[in-house]
């Protein structure tokens, strides 16, 4: 069964680390771009980081440049991403994309909740 399956998320006090897992399952995910997109009520979908096939290149929002990292390990089919010095603006749903660059498979994950209170 293909899927992606995300984990790590939680509450968190501002200024604390998170880091959240994007593990895939019945496919190999060092084949396709990786992103994290973030969501809030009532916004559009934003993307906040993303990873390329190889690993060799990685691009960020400007709003979680220098804090976040995205990050794989190819051998555990996983793609993660360090979120450090997290503020209240940080909370929303966390999602995993997976991008075979030029053809059209896609994969989503289900998403996860990252919350930023004191």
């Known amino acids: 069964q293909v899927q992606l399956v995300e984990s790590g998320g939680g509450l968190v006090q501002p200024g604390g680390s998170l880091k959240l897992s994007c593990a895939a399952s019945g496919f190999t995910l060092s084949r396709y771009a990786v992103s994290w997109y973030r969501q809030v009520p009532g916004k559009e979908r934003e993307l906040v980081a993303i990873i390329t096939q190889t690993g060799g290149s990685t691009n960020y929002a400007d709003s979680v440049k220098g804090r976040f990292t995205i990050s794989r390990d190819i051998t555990k089919n996983t793609v993660y991403l360090q979120m450090n010095s997290l503020k209240p603006e940080d909370t929303a749903v966390y999602y995993c994309?997976?991008?075979?660059?030029?053809?059209?498979?896609?994969?989503w994950g289900q998403g996860i909740q990252v919350t930023v209170s004191s």
């Open positions: 994309h997976a991008d075979r660059v030029l053809t059209s498979v896609r994969y």
